[in-house]
């Protein structure tokens, strides 16, 4: 299935998490923040978080500076 993540095309199989498209992305989960159709997904809740065909994902780096 189709999702896409911040404004790209990423392919996951069928049943697949945020989990498992943070991992995919190779991205330290360290200072993410995730949001799956302009809703936060909770990090405690990424591996229960199951994305569908279709699915807008915005993931952000927190940073810090002033």
Known sequence: M???CNGS???LA???????LIEQLE???RG????VNDALVPKTRW????LF??????VIR????G
């Open 27 to 29: 991205l330290e989960p």
């Open 62 to 65: 927190a940073a810090q500076g």
């Open 53 to 58: 065909a279709g699915d807008r994902v915005t």
């Open 2 to 4: 189709r999702v896409i």
């Open 9 to 11: 095309e990423q392919d």
């Open 47 to 50: 591996s229960l978080a199951v």
């Open 14 to 20: 069928d049943g697949a998490t945020v989990q498992n």
């Open 32 to 35: 993410l923040a995730v949001a």
